[in-house]
């Protein structure tokens, strides 16, 4: 059914929680289940690594903080506990962290995406945007309630489209990637923007692409999805079909935009740093999979 | 390229207007387009409508409102008011709006949900969700900046994977549709929930439907999307394949699900409310799509 994809799902996603929502409106089974309940150990929110490069986790007794529910596994329940401050820095990805998370195996990348998203969100939102009053932790972390209007706030989780533009032709299509000025050197990526409110993603894809290279998109093909918390991103990859080759790059949003051969996109993700034509962005990146899409599709 | 869709779009998509990013970030231009700009009119969220069914624009001049810039079109920039108050009652879109909803052209209806999602959005974010002070309109409508923190934000698209869930067999596969209770009697839809920070798009549609119906979820391809403004939610509709036929109903969440045929499916489609099987969703919703959708790929 439908188009061949990657063995390797992008990642972050693929949960390995049961997420039991039903018991995130249940206080006491939630206070009966910290008792033999397991807590994400972090500073902030940078996630401690034991020696084989997993997630730590403590006991729960005795903290007094507010706990997010994170979900049951093997019968026992894993929190993480809200800090002091988040980080909207967005560029916050490329620091030390990363390499932290380059070592973590899927599942404990999972985990620690949900739970940094939901703690930022938590420690940023503290407040009633409707009345400007405080909110209080609710539903085992799932919902914040103003005390003084009622309003009630969820974990915002904001759509990006991301997307391969190809330009078909006879020597297997090109491909249309481009660079912002906080990349690596040579490295080119995927182009993408927030979905906007009154949006389809497909109406999202169309326009990013000719606001940032000024080429004008025909049909549009959803490939893949990945949760991205830096902060709280759904990236969804498709593919555009470009119709015209020339560009008119907005400097403002991206540096760079280039057509690539095939030829040149599989030199990249192959070779790694040492590609002659640019750099593939890295392996944790939906943008990865895109390319490891494309060149499985059209071989 | 991809599987076929059917000929109509999902409503409130597709968007009639050149958005013009660049010019929201230049309150000169903007102050210079308003003189010959359009206003649309609506009493709080109420379009008013002309004798042909149409949104009905005035002038801009003497408006002494926060003005959201919607775009251009035929050289003309196209604005919306922001009213005193929001509206956050999901129930909202089932009452007497839906009736003028109805008679709108594909491109008004595309332009009022864009209007609806940001003004309503400003209307409940007038506060800073950091540190509690008064935010200010900013970038032509598409941001609010807090007055104290300095922090930026930004208006909300929260995306709902919406699934039919099929289980193959030999007449033509079963589809499992649900009711919730506020649902005009006999109604039946496709399930339906947030996307929840961690998740993937794909992540989401097994969770959702396994809580709700007990059933599990393999392989999910993805349909279509579409923009549903009550108030900004970002529907991500999608095929999911069941695993077994066993139900066990969350009644929290739903009040019913059952697995229909495809004749059940087809003549429900075909005649409305004299369907003797169930009553289909109604055209507007993304779910009329998707199952228009499955008939077409099952004939």
Chains 1, 2 share one sequence.
């Not at 391969?164 to 660079?179: A, M």
């Not at 760079?256 to 051969?261: H, I, L, M, Q, Y």
Request: with cysteine; aromatic share 8%.
């Amino acid at each position: 059914m439908g188009a061949a994809v990657p063995a390797s799902e992008p990642a972050f996603g693929g949960q390995p929680l049961d997420r039991a929502d039903h018991l995130r409106t249940d206080p006491k089974q939630l206070a009966a289940l910290q008792a033999g309940g397991r807590l994400l150990k972090l500073d902030a929110l940078v996630p401690e690594l034991d020696a084989d490069g997993r997630l730590v986790w403590g006991p729960v007794d005795g903290i007094d903080v507010e706990l997010v529910f994170l979900g049951l596994a093997e019968g026992r329940a894993h929190f993480a506990a809200v800090p002091d401050e988040g980080n909207d820095d967005p560029a916050y990805a490329q620091r030390p962290i990363w390499g932290l998370l380059g070592r973590l195996p899927a599942d404990d990348l999972a985990l620690y995406g949900t739970a940094r998203s939901v703690l930022d969100w938590h420690a940023r939102h503290k407040f009633c945007a409707r009345c400007g009053q405080p909110t209080r932790f609710a539903k085992g972390g799932w919902q914040r309630d103003c005390v003084a209007c009622g309003a009630q706030h969820f974990p915002r989780v904001d759509p990006v489209a991301i997307m391969l533009v190809e330009y078909p032709d006879e020597f297997g299509g090109r491909l249309l990637l481009g660079r912002q000025a906080r990349f690596p050197p040579r490295s080119y990526s995927a182009l993408a923007g927030f979905v906007e409110p009154g949006e389809s993603i497909e109406d999202a894809v169309r326009r990013e692409v000719f606001e940032e290279a000024g080429v004008r998109v025909g049909e549009v093909r959803y490939i893949a999805s990945q949760p991205w918390p830096f902060p709280s991103q759904l990236m969804v990859g498709c593919l555009g079909i470009g119709e015209s080759l020339e560009l008119a790059i907005d400097t403002t949003e991206i540096e760079d935009a280039r057509w690539f051969t095939r030829a040149e996109v599989a030199e990249a993700m192959a070779k790694g740093s040492d590609s002659t034509s640019f750099l593939a962005p890295p392996r944790q990146a939906i943008a990865h999979h895109l390319l490891e899409w494309w060149l499985e599709q059209r071989p």
